[in-house]
């Protein structure tokens, strides 16, 4: 019995996992010691927990205008409105919180989507030689060339509005960075020996990049997805901002185009317009210091810089 336990224990599968998990509590150990990705997780940590508890934090009525009436509009921040008021008497930090959950799942969604096809395309067209790989190399050129803007504001027109529909926009129009990336990462990893000797043994396409391709780019996909969290978020904002959201749903882009709708910003309502972009600005830094973290761990080169 002690000898077959000791089979399993030291079989491949056992010893690959066991290097993960050290590695695992390696990078948890490194990342700890970075006090501006830390500060970055803290707060969005926060931020996601108060988006999380938005029902029970500020119930649904409290953005019902009708419930309102009484509700002074436009009202400074003060002890008794903590962010202010908007045109319609609704409290701004409750517009923040509910706005939170769109703009926060607009932006993992989005960059969900966008890191998948990068990581395939960027996968294939390092691996695949000839024809598929160029194929797919002037693919990825053509998408990075293209205003990425512009083509998710003519796939939120063409398409039925709604959080998806800005989900799919910017997720079809974000990938081509990571799979420029992931494709440099996949040439230089096709170029060590034991990737040869894959192929000598008979190894096909799908086992070197699942065995040997996949999890050697993971780590540089988890360090960009982070960065691109931020960058969705901004272009959710601007969707928004630019009408092409969902104006049953409350977002940070669409608190800052009723604040635009009713001139704010030159009526002095300072605080309908400083509030929304002021939380953009900060979770945008937030997910740029934990992506940049990661990044540094994950590329130890950039530890000296």
């Known amino acids: 019995m002690?000898?077959?336990?000791a089979t399993i224990a030291r079989s491949p599968r056992s010893m690959a996992w066991a290097r993960r998990r050290r590695a695992f509590?390696?990078?948890?150990r490194e990342f700890s010691r970075n006090r501006a990705g830390m500060a970055g997780?803290?707060?969005?940590?926060?931020?996601?927990?108060?988006?999380v508890l938005a029902p029970l934090i500020a119930p649904a009525w409290m953005l019902d205008v009708?419930?309102?009436?009484?509700?002074?509009r436009f009202a400074p921040p003060s002890l008794e409105h903590?962010?202010?008021?908007d045109d319609q008497g609704r409290e701004l930090w409750v517009r923040m919180i509910w706005g939170a959950r769109v703009s926060l799942l607009v932006g993992f969604a989005a960059t969900a989507v966008s890191m998948i096809i990068g990581t395939v395309v960027g996968i294939a067209a390092g691996h695949f030689t000839g024809w598929t790989g160029g194929l797919l190399m002037r693919i990825i050129d053509f998408f990075?060339?293209?205003?990425?803007?512009?083509?998710a504001i003519v796939l939120s027109i063409v398409l039925s509005r709604g959080v998806w529909t800005i989900v799919i926009a910017i997720g079809l129009t974000s990938w081509a960075g990571t799979a420029r990336v992931v494709r440099a990462q996949t040439l230089s990893v096709e170029s060590r020996d034991y990737i040869e000797r894959s192929r000598v043994l008979g190894a096909g396409h799908w086992h070197i990049i699942g065995k040997h391709l996949l999890p050697a780019v993971?780590?540089?996909v988890l360090a960009n997805t982070t960065l691109t969290v931020g960058s969705a978020i901004i272009a959710e904002s601007t969707l928004s901002f630019l009408g092409l959201g969902d104006a049953t749903l409350q977002s940070w882009g669409s608190v800052l185009k009723n604040s635009m709708d009713v001139s704010a910003a030159t009526a002095g309502y300072w605080w309908y317009v400083l509030v929304p972009g002021l939380a953009i600005v900060l979770v945008v830094l937030a997910?740029?210091?934990v992506g940049r973290a990661v990044e540094t761990i994950v590329n130890p080169t950039l530890r000296s810089r």
Do not use: E, Q, R
């Open 218 to 220: 993971l780590p540089l």
């Open 287 to 289: 997910f740029t210091l």
């Open 2 to 5: 002690s000898g077959s336990t």
């Open 25 to 28: 509590a390696t990078f948890c």
């Open 66 to 72: 009708t419930k309102l009436l009484d509700s002074p």
């Open 41 to 51: 997780l803290v707060f969005l940590a926060v931020i996601i927990l108060l988006a």
């Open 82 to 85: 903590p962010l202010g008021t």
């Open 144 to 151: 990075l060339v293209l205003p990425s803007l512009i083509l």
